[in-house]
């Protein structure tokens, strides 16, 4: 099975890991089982980011928000949706903006407690969300940079 570079085309030997040519990596892991390992990803760009999207956009017109600020989140949302699905550089860029956004926002929701008083634990939400949702969501974008150019 001969392989070609994804980035310039040319041709390259079945055990390549980069490309002679132009130095890109070969995305041989994510090749051999796509569905399962762009899960996440399907997920992500197209279910959970058109969500907030819609949802943002919902807040703004009925002013539930702070107009602004829920038509750019709107916006963000389904930009940031659009350029994944076109497996865009500046997608997969924006896309660390958009998980860091996600995960301060739980962090600052987790800061409250039940009857909806916040009270400060930022300090330990902050982190909790740092390893529980940022450092998952960088080793995965991490390992599927190849796929956006
Ligand atoms: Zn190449």
Not at 4 to 30: N, Q, Y
Not at 61 to 78: D, I, K
Not at 99 to 104: H, S
């Amino acid at each position: 099975m001969a392989i070609e570079c994804t980035h310039c085309g040319v041709k390259l030997a079945d055990k390549a890991v980069f490309c002679h040519w132009c130095k890109t990596p070969v995305p041989r892991v994510i090749e051999q089982d796509p569905t399962k390992r762009l899960r996440w990803l399907k997920l992500w760009s197209y279910v959970f980011l058109p969500l907030f999207c819609v949802l943002f956009g919902l807040l703004a017109v009925q002013n539930q928000m702070p107009w602004l600020w829920a038509s750019l989140a709107a916006l963000f949302s389904g930009v940031t949706a659009l350029g994944l699905h076109q497996h865009k550089r500046w997608g997969w860029t924006l896309n660390w903006a958009m998980v860091t956004a996600v995960g301060l926002t739980l962090a600052g929701v987790l800061a409250f407690d039940d009857s909806g008083r916040f009270v400060n634990k930022l300090f330990l939400t902050v982190p909790m969300m740092g390893f529980l949702w940022f450092w998952p969501n960088y080793v995965y974008w991490r390992k599927r940079s190849v796929l956006f150019t």
